[in-house]
Structures are given as structure tokens and as C-alpha cells.
């Protein structure tokens, strides 16, 4: 069968069959296309996301780290100062006591 248009062109239901399936094939493509450069920026995301992950856990392992030796370095300097404080403590008390013997 044949229709003829407004502008006068007349058309075939076969044509229109054919320009539909085109179109159909076409718009297939372009989704199958579409779905493969999604896909791609998925697995991009989800590299970069575990790349970030690793350079998190490293960062954090670098923070441990740095507390410990923190940590270590706190206690040196508070033994010290706590021997510091011992030798001074036990020399007031060995003048007090020299003093005392004195007085007796």
C-alpha cells in the first residue's frame, strides 16, 4: 500500500517498515555503545575508589606510625625529666640531712 503525504511524497508501508527497523538498529547501537562507555566509567570509578582506599590505609598507617614514635619520644623526655627531678629531689634531701646532723 501507498500513502501520499501533505507535500505530496508518497510513501510505501515497506519504506516505513524499513526506516523503523533502521532506526530501531540504530538506537540499538547507540544504547549497546552508551552501556559500553558507562561500564567504562564505572570500573574507572571503582579503580580510582580502591587506589584511594590504599593511599587512605597508607596515610593512616603513616599516622600510627608517627604517634608511636610520638608516643616513644614523650616517655624519653618524661624518663628523663622524672631522673632529672629524682638526682635533684635526692641532693635536697642529702643537704637536709647534712643539715640536720649539724643541729644535732
Known amino acids: 500500500t501507498r ?3 501533505d507535500n505530496g511524497t508518497v510513501v ?10 533502521g532506526v530501531g538498529r540504530f ?3 547507540e544504547t549497546k555503545d552508551l552501556k559500553g562507555k558507562v561500564e ?3 570500573n574507572k570509578m571503582d579503580s580510582m575508589s580502591e587506589k584511594l ?3 587512605m590505609e ?4 603513616k599516622m600510627d606510625s608517627m604517634s608511636e614514635k610520638l608516643e616513644e619520644k614523650m616517655d624519653e623526655k618524661i624518663g628523663a625529666a622524672n631522673e632529672k627531678l629524682l638526682a635533684k ?15 644535732w
Do not use: F, M
Not at 516505513?16 to 527497523?21: C, G, K, L, N, R
Not at 597508607?58 to 598507617?61: A, C, I, R
Not at 635526692?90 to 643539715?99: F, I, R, S
Open 27 to 29: 538506537l540499538g547501537q
Open 3 to 5: 500513502c501520499g503525504l
Open 12 to 21: 510505501t508501508v515497506g519504506t516505513v517498515v524499513s526506516t523503523v527497523i
Open 40 to 42: 567504562k566509567v564505572e
Open 89 to 103: 629531689v635526692k641532693v635536697l634531701l642529702e643537704q637536709d640531712g647534712a643539715k640536720r646532723d649539724k643541729a
Open 53 to 55: 582506599e590504599k593511599k
Open 58 to 61: 597508607k596515610v593512616e598507617n
